[in-house]
């Protein structure tokens, strides 16, 4: 058994829950945010048969795509901020990243 972990942008999280549920994956989705741009991302817990890791990567890829994102900069630190220049910069953000774990084992109780 495999855990994925697909950490997606927000506008895609719908899309993709509503395509796993369709392909009967089960996933839990958490709320998350980006270290780098600070704004919110959703991750996925999927949790799945080896077996069926290629289809999964592939649904994932399929409802999840990349972006233009601009990054407000951070005025530097002690620094003077009256002559600092902002200078916004454009980073592509996904469409998605994707972790696979094997799982040593899976239990419900
Ligand atoms: P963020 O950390 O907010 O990063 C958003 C986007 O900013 C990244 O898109 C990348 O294009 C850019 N970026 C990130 N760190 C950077 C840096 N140090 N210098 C320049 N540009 C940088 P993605 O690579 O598609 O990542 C989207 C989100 O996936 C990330 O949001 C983060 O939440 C997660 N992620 C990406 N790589 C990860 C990793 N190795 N471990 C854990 N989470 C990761």
Do not use: W
Request: net charge neutral; aromatic share 6%; with cysteine.
């Amino acid at each position: 058994m495999k855990l994925i972990l697909a950490v997606v942008q927000d506008k895609d999280s719908n899309r993709l829950s509503e395509a796993l549920v369709k392909a009967n994956f089960k996933a839990t989705k958490l709320a998350s945010t980006g270290g780098f741009l600070r704004s919110g991302n959703t991750t996925f817990l999927i949790g799945t048969e080896n077996n069926r890791v290629l289809e999964l990567l592939n649904l994932i890829k399929e409802n999840c795509q990349s972006r233009q994102q601009m990054v407000a900069p951070i005025s530097p630190m002690g620094g003077n901020a009256d002559s600092y220049i902002p200078h916004p910069v454009e980073v592509e953000v996904g469409g998605a990243t994707v972790f696979v774990l094997s799982v040593d084992a899976f239990k419900q109780f």
